[in-house]
Every structure is written in C-alpha cells, then in structure tokens.
C-alpha cells in the first residue's frame, strides 16, 4: 500500500526523524501534537487555547492526507496538570462532541518543552483508501 505523510511547523520533526502524520491504505495516524504555531513558537494561552491549537494541527494534517476530524476513531490527550483536565476536555469537545472517538486523557510530569500544557494524538479510519 502506498504511504504518504504530512510535515507541520513542530521543529522537532526533522531533528527526531517524525512526520506529523502517516497515511497507509484508509488509517491515519496523528502524532503526539504540541501546541506549536506556524512559526514554530509554542502557543501562549492556558491549557484550553493550547489543546484548541493541538487540534486545529491535527485537523490540518487530517485534511492534507485526505481526512477530517468525523473520520477520527480514537484520540489519546496528555496533560501535565489533572486541574487542566476540564479545559482540555471543553476544547476536545468542541470538536469531537458529534463524533466522540474513543479518547484517554492522562497526566504526565512534563512534556519536553516546559511552556506546554497539553499534547494530543488522533487516529482515524477513512472509509475511501487512496
């Protein structure tokens, strides 16, 4: 089956030898995804507008690989602070209400840079294989 991958603006991709997301036959799968700005600066804002940024990269690369968030089966959400829990959740929500993946949330120690909050993966199944 052919694969094809889609690049972001995360400056650890090319470093750590990653794409942000893989496409083989109809599965895709997300990357962990760090609230990263176009210019590679890391999103300023609380635990909410960070996890909002997450899945706006996430639905990009969904896009790219021809796919959208109502095609997502699962996501796995990862937060450094249990108190975050409810804005991250509030945010998820906001795009997955309607099509409610099976999703875990977790709390770590820390994500590699200090200023994030929250890091998100997505896998999902399209129903056209390209």
Not at 38 to 65: F, H, K, M, N, W
Not at 67 to 75: E, I, L, M, W
Request: charge should be negative; include cysteine.
């Amino acid at each position: 089956m052919p694969r094809q991958s889609h690049q972001s603006a995360s400056p650890f991709e090319a470093i750590y030898g990653y794409c942000r997301a893989v496409r083989v036959g109809n599965h895709i799968h997300v990357a962990g995804t760090a609230p990263v700005e176009p210019d590679g600066t890391s999103t300023v804002g609380d635990a909410g507008v960070q996890a909002a940024r997450c899945l706006t990269i996430i639905a990009e690369a969904l896009d790219a690989l021809g796919a959208s968030c109502r095609d997502v089966v699962r996501t796995r959400m990862y937060i450094t602070d249990a108190a975050d829990a409810d804005a991250v959740g509030r945010a998820h929500g906001a795009v997955f209400g309607d099509i409610r993946p099976a999703a875990t949330m977790l709390v770590v120690p820390a994500l590699i840079r200090p200023e994030w909050k929250v890091e998100i993966e997505a896998d999902a199944i399209v129903e056209n294989a390209t």
